[in-house]
Nanobody, 118 residues
Framework: QVQLVESGGGLVEFGGSLRLSCSAS????????MGWYRQAPGKQRELVSS???????NYSDSVKGRFTIPRDNAQSTSYLQMNNLKPEDTALYYC????????????WGQGTQVTVSS
């Protein structure tokens, strides 16, 4: 069974940094597009950033210039490096592995909480 396990969330002050990790198992990681989403209370889940199997990246306007999304295929791990954090970044962050093109399937992690204090 495919598993995605996020880690690295926590409480950080305004302007601080966090690095989220998403460790995948039981899938051909290098062929999956990896994405990070977030959902704040009372709001819809939104795409924060994604990276394709060919390492093409995409960022939402709200995080562009502050977040990066490296991946390590050898470790089957995706990361979200978050710098210069703001209170509006507070949310539950989810990792998604999208293999729709190759395998017709996508998987989600359980989420990790990020809270930024002002």
């Amino acid at each position: 069974q495919v598993q995605l396990v996020e880690s690295g969330g926590g409480l950080v002050e305004f302007g601080g940094s966090l690095r989220l990790s998403c460790s995948a198992s039981r899938l051909r990681f290098s062929l999956y597009e990896m994405g990070w989403y977030r959902q704040a209370p009372g709001k819809q889940r939104e795409l924060v950033s994604s990276i394709t199997s060919r390492h093409k990246t995409n960022y939402s306007d709200s995080v562009k210039g502050r977040f990066t999304i490296p991946r390590d295929n050898a470790q089957s791990t995706s990361y979200l490096q978050m710098n210069n954090l703001k209170p509006e970044d507070t949310a539950l962050y989810y990792c998604k592995a999208d293999g729709t093109s190759w395998f017709g399937a996508a998987y989600w992690g359980q989420g990790t909480q990020v809270t930024v204090s002002s």
